[in-house]
């Protein structure tokens, strides 16, 4: 079994900056990708940010130029790195891991992100 655990987030004012941290933990498994969803209530849900095991990055539009996606590779964890919040950005954001092996993705538990005006 595999366990993504979050941590960071909470509020921080428009034009600031927070991160976020997600660590997997568990045996005898291999990632490929990691990465960030988004959840507002009313909003659809939305791929914030996405890397490969080959360190190839994905943003959302939305989040171009402002938000940064890293990862550690010997400690299985994925880093979001948020700058120049936005009130848009204010969301339940959820990482991901991706196992191909299983061909299963495993979800952290969800994190808030409130952005204030």
């Known amino acids: 079994q595999v366990q993504l655990v979050e941590s960071g987030g909470g509020l921080a004012q428009a034009g600031g900056s927070l991160g976020l941290s997600c660590a997997a933990s568990?045996?005898?498994?291999?990632?490929?990708?990691m990465g960030w969803w988004r959840q507002d209530p009313g909003k659809q849900r939305e791929l914030v940010a996405s890397?490969?095991?080959?360190?190839?990055?994905n943003y959302a539009d939305s989040v171009k130029g402002r938000f940064t996606i890293s990862r550690d590779y010997a400690k299985n964890t994925v880093y979001l790195q948020m700058n120049s919040l936005k009130p848009e950005d204010t969301a339940v954001y959820y990482c991901?891991?991706?196992?191909?092996?299983?061909?299963?993705?495993?979800w952290g538990q969800g994190t808030q992100v409130t952005v204030s005006s």
């Open positions: 568990g045996s005898g498994f291999s990632i490929n990708s």
């Open positions: 890397i490969t095991s080959g360190g190839t990055t």
């Open positions: 991901y891991a991706y196992l191909p092996m299983r061909g299963v993705y495993y």
